[in-house]
């Protein structure tokens, strides 16, 4: 599977953003979304079932983003929404086979990432 995930900008604190991840090839993967600040490790956001039934967030994120999937499309969405400085990283869409985890060594496919900056 390949995967480009874009989206990303520049956005005042309190401010939205939709990040959508497209996926070509076989596509039939739980998908999860990713982030990483500069000099931090990489950090787990929110995850997907293969059908959306089921989905899981990290805490720092609970209630403010929304992961959603479009099968017909390929297409994974993260919808960020009362952005902080702190959500300020590059966000990486990324593919596996089990749903449930939140360790990036889980995930097999990773797309490039995309730039989210929030400004204070």
């Known amino acids: 599977v390949q995967l480009l995930a874009s989206g990303g900008g520049l956005v005042q604190a309190g401010g939205s953003l939709r990040l959508p991840c497209a996926a070509s090839g076989r596509t039939k993967y739980v998908m999860g979304w990713f982030r990483q600040a500069p000099g931090k490790e990489r950090e787990f956001v929110a995850g997907?079932?293969?059908?959306?039934?089921?989905?899981h967030y990290a805490d720092f994120v609970k209630g403010r983003f929304t992961i959603s999937r479009d099968n017909a499309l390929n297409t994974v969405y993260l919808q960020m929404g009362s952005l902080k400085p702190e959500d300020t990283a590059v966000y990486y869409c990324a593919a596996a086979n089990a749903f449930g985890s939140a360790l990036y060594k889980d995930y097999n496919y990773w797309g490039q990432g995309t730039q989210v900056t929030v400004s204070s």
């Open positions: 997907i079932s293969w059908s959306g039934g089921r989905s």
